[in-house]
């Protein structure tokens, strides 16, 4: 024994090194058990909780039309550009209109003459029919029938190359911004579908998104909605819903309602391009200052929801009554107070 105490003696400082670690080591189990009980609880507390919906879509515009010839032709004049503003009824590129002229001069002749050869038709001295044979009569008649048939064929010509005319020059229906001109240059033969042009108002455009069946019921007409297009990140557009479809939309894989969002920052829709993609958020509930608890610490027993809450350092079944479920959260109206901590099973 004296061996194993002057050996101790002469080695104080390895009992020193064994008594720090054993005691580090019981220091830090403790503080690890500390943690571990910490960390297996969640304190109830008061909070502002949202229900929010996203949905994703792209701009679109209400007046949107592609022009194009009704037939093929000499381009011979194109007034407008890719970015230039036209109004309403403004006239933006023509055919050659020679050979049309030409051809409705050609039937304005020809009806000329049919109606002269009816007017002298009509003022013939045709004998008498009193004593025809019935086949006789029906001669006559059919060559009075044949010449008015003429006659109005004539009509019918000169008004359809009168059309025809008029259809050799492209007049814009709406106000807007020329997006494209797929033949800028006079002087080429084109076909309708090669001499394309289109136009957009900017001042009809609006957010097409698509709502499922499950988050269209908690819309309705008039409610609002913030607008971010991935363009515009950090600028948020104000809108408001005009229209819900009664029907889903065609084409698509599951029941989907289109819904259509006027944007409200009118005088910025310049800088808006239809096909910018981007996601309308809407506010579908909100709760402020109320105690909550997380879904997944939540338990059901016959209809009935409890947590296991922390009393006196022991686990205690405690049974809550609960309203909405907003955000992964019950808003707790009974049964647990502000501070209680509730055990996660973690």
Sequence with gaps: MKKILNFLKKRWYIVLILALAVGGYFYQSKQTEAVKKKESFHEVKRQDVKDTLSLSGEI????????????????????????????????????????????????????????????????????????????????????????????????????????????ATLISPIEGIVTRVDAPFAGVNITPTQAEIEIV?????????????????????????????????????????KYISYTPKTGETGTVYEIKIIIENLENLDKYRVGMTGDADFLIKERKRVLVVPTNLVKTEKDKKY????????????????????????????????????????
């Design 201 to 241: 108002n900017p001042k009809t455009v609006y957010f097409a998104a698509t709502a499922d069946q499950t988050d269209v019921i908690k819309l309705s007409e008039g409610k609002e909605a913030d607008i971010i297009l991935d363009a515009f990140e950090e600028d948020a557009a104000k809108g408001k819903i």
């Design 60 to 167: 679109a515009a209400d007046e949107k039309t592609v022009l194009r010839f009704q037939s093929s032709g000499r381009l011979n004049w194109v007034g407008v550009k890719v970015g230039d503003k036209v109004k309403k009824y403004q006239a933006v590129a023509s055919l050659d209109q020679r050979e049309l002229k030409k051809r409705l001069d050609r039937y304005l002749n020809t009806y000329m003459k049919s109606r002269w050869d009816f007017e002298d038709d009509k003022n013939e001295e045709h004998p008498t029919t009193w004593n025809m044979t019935q086949p006789e009569k029906d001669a006559i008649q059919r060559i009075a029938e044949k010449a008015q048939f003429d006659l109005n064929n004539a009509v019918i010509d000169v008004e359809l190359q009168n059309i025809s005319l008029q259809y």
């Design 307 to 346: 947590v296991e809450k922390q009393v006196n350092s022991q686990k205690v079944k405690t049974f809550i009554t609960t309203t909405d479920e907003i955000d992964g959260n019950y808003i707790v109206t009974g049964g647990l107070k502000e501070g209680d901590l509730i055990y996660t099973g973690k």
